[in-house]
């Protein structure tokens, strides 16, 4: 367990509100232009894997990490048992800090969704996907099993008198704020502005997830986030 990332722990923090909140506006126009880039994974002997950046990966009792860092997006899941019941103490105590330094600054910001359970996220993916098509579904939505929310490690924020879990929240206060501040407190913007085509999910200024400051630190790269995939080299595509 290295400072980029603590593996998850089962702790039962109570996540604040809501577990969902869904909003009339759910689609945003990347304003940045995207390229493509080729990844390829090598497998080794020993059940590891490297990634196209160099990095080594393994996958356990159903849980991939690169580089001591938990991966979740299309193409890696975790298992549907695994429920921590809230989100992980060092997640929890890392957002207390930041939630703090924001209100000195005169920002008010809170967890509007935390941790969701496999049938929470389920549910939540299911009733898009009934209501727009997969495709919208899959845009902003993971799918059960592929949600960051379910780790523990990750939740959506929102902001007084500001639209909640939707493009509605992009220039606001708090929005601007964690862009340039989270990775004090070891958190990265997952989803960043014209990156996309590297997350597989449209841009959300809401979605925080904790990586440690070290991490956090560099994927900020001065305001430019860098993500995940895009740093370890790997995908965030579905098999179908």
Known sequence: MNKESKNVKNTKTTVNKSDVTTTKKETNVETKKESKTEIIESSNPD??????????????????????????????????????????????AASDKMFAAAKKDGVNIYIASGFRSYGTQSNLWNSRKNKYGKAFADNGTARPGHSE????????????????????????????????????????????????????????????????????????????????????????????
Not at 52 to 81: A, C, D, M, Q, R
Not at 185 to 196: A, D, Q
Request: with cysteine; charged share 15%.
């Open 47 to 92: 059940g590891t894997f490297t990634t196209s950046k160099g990095f080594t990966g393994y996958t356990k009792n159903g849980f991939t990490y690169i580089n001591g860092v938990l991966i979740v997006n299309k193409t890696y899941s975790i298992p549907k048992s695994y429920n921590p019941g809230g989100l992980t103490k060092e997640t929890k």
């Open 149 to 240: 929310h379910q780790t523990g490690l990750a939740f959506d924020i929102c902001g007084a008198g500001t639209g909640c879990i939707s493009s509605d929240y992009n220039n606001s206060k708090g929005a601007k704020w964690v862009a340039a501040n989270a990775y004090k407190y070891g958190f990265i913007l997952r989803y960043p502005n014209g990156k996309s085509n590297e997350t597989g999910f449209m841009y959300e200024s809401w979605h925080l997830r904790y990586v440690g400051v070290d991490l956090a630190t560099k994927l900020y790269n001065n305001g430019n986030w860098i993500t995940l995939e895009n740093y370890f080299g790997i995908t965030s595509k579905y098999n179908d």
